[in-house]
């Protein structure tokens, strides 16, 4: 296990420099570093990952009329940062076993325009990155690892977000490690590097409305939320972000238009770096948990014949969340919320958050079967929960709500 060099030494000393502002940053990037074992230089923070996936493509050239593929089962600020641009979004089907695009059919997806192509993390498991590679150096095409999911896991024992020409992370709420709102990406090309770092100057820096806005949930996510309030508090928090009132994961026009919000170019912030130097430190033990939960999940799920995730991806998967499809999802959660189980919904739609019409986007139904079972059938288990013995006992005792392994 990689070793952090964040403690409460280090932290408590940083607290009190005179450069302490300043060094925030710096500390939280020489730390990810470390972790990565990447170069410090070639990290760069923003204010949210998919802020940093907007800059990799627009380093990357990225034009409009040009293409970028990516799979048919994400989050919808993916397509929209490609959208921005003017770029056109190319989905391709995803596979049940990895929830990761499914390396046969990329090719067919390739043509004249195409750009870049978007090898995503999903859950914590990383694509087949060697088999995309190869695919994009045939055709002189970039690569670009999402791995918002996937800080912590490793591809074939190397980590996430080093095998592709750049990658982009997010510290959002409930991510491996979390500094509130925020992201980075991490770039394995030195010509890429150096036009990301002249795109630092656009940037446009958070308001103080905003940094008082997230201390605030800072204190309600470490105080107030538990077992008994997780619901209640994720419906409030949800509503208060869609209507812009809450500084959120997803402000509305994120999430409701392809039109790029006022100030969504935004820098990170030293307030978030605080808070991520803190989370970072807990990661290792936080991996070893989420592995030892898994593996508890598997073991019920297996010995029932339900589907479950297949023993030989363990290795490399950080299970940011346990995927398990169920046969009727919404009896599911309010199975769950009753026995106070904080189950997750990613991805409820093809284009999470999104149902209903996706042509905006540039989505078709009918033309990505597995996405669109999965996104169907799929909830996440908790792999921190404060209690695993209940939620065990919870998957066990409603084991017939799961899908047959198939």
Request: charged share 25%.
């Amino acid at each position: 296990m990689r070793q952090l060099i964040c403690n409460d030494r280090v932290y408590a000393d940083l607290r009190f420099s005179e450069r302490g502002l300043v060094m925030f940053i710096d500390h939280l990037k020489n730390d990810i570093s470390q972790y990565l074992r990447s170069d410090p230089r070639h990290i760069y923070f923003f204010w949210k990952g998919r802020v940093a996936f907007y800059a990799l493509l627009k380093a990357m050239g990225v034009k409009e009329g040009e293409e970028v593929i990516l799979p048919a089962f994400t989050c919808v600020v993916v397509p929209n940062a490609i959208l921005y641009l003017g770029a056109k979004p190319v989905y391709v089907d995803v596979t049940e076993k990895t929830y990761n695009m499914d390396i046969d059919r990329v090719s067919d997806a390739i043509s004249d325009r195409t750009k870049v192509i978007v090898c995503q993390n999903t859950y914590g498991l990383s694509s087949n990155l060697d088999g995309l590679k190869d695919i994009a150096d045939r055709h002189g095409l970039y690569t670009i690892e999402d791995c918002t999911h996937g800080f912590g896991g490793t591809y074939k024992g190397e980590a996430n977000g080093l095998t592709c020409d750049a990658a982009f992370f997010s510290t959002q709420w409930n991510k491996p490690f979390s500094t509130g709102i925020g992201g980075f990406a991490v770039v394995n090309n030195g010509v890429l590097a150096h036009r990301l770092s002249d795109l630092e100057k656009d940037l446009v820096g958070p308001t103080s409305k905003e940094l008082i806005n997230l201390k605030m949930l800072y204190f309600v996510r470490r105080y107030l939320i538990n077992d008994k309030t997780y619901w209640p508090l994720v419906r409030i928090y949800r509503w208060l972000s869609r209507n812009n009132l809450v500084v959120g994961s997803s402000s509305g026009e994120e999430i409701s238009s392809v039109s790029m919000p006022e100030g969504y170019f935004k820098a990170f912030s030293n307030v978030q770096a605080k808070e991520g130097i803190k989370s970072l430190s807990r990661l290792p033990k936080d991996l070893d948990v989420r592995k030892m939960t898994a593996r508890l999940y598997n073991k019920v799920l297996a010995d029932s014949g339900k589907c479950h995730v297949d023993e030989s991806l363990f290795d490399d998967h950080s299970f940011l969340k346990y995927p398990l499809l169920v046969k009727d999802r919404a009896k599911f959660m309010r199975l769950a919320e009753k026995h106070r189980v904080a189950l997750g919904d990613w991805f409820l739609s093809p284009l999470h958050p999104i149902k209903g019409d996706l042509t905006p986007w540039g989505y078709e139904y009918g033309k990505f079967p597995v996405a669109e079972c999965l996104a169907s059938h799929v909830v996440n288990l908790p792999t921190t929960p404060s209690d695993v013995g209940r939620v065990v006992q919870f998957l066990g005792d409603h084991i017939e709500g799961v899908m047959d392994a198939r």
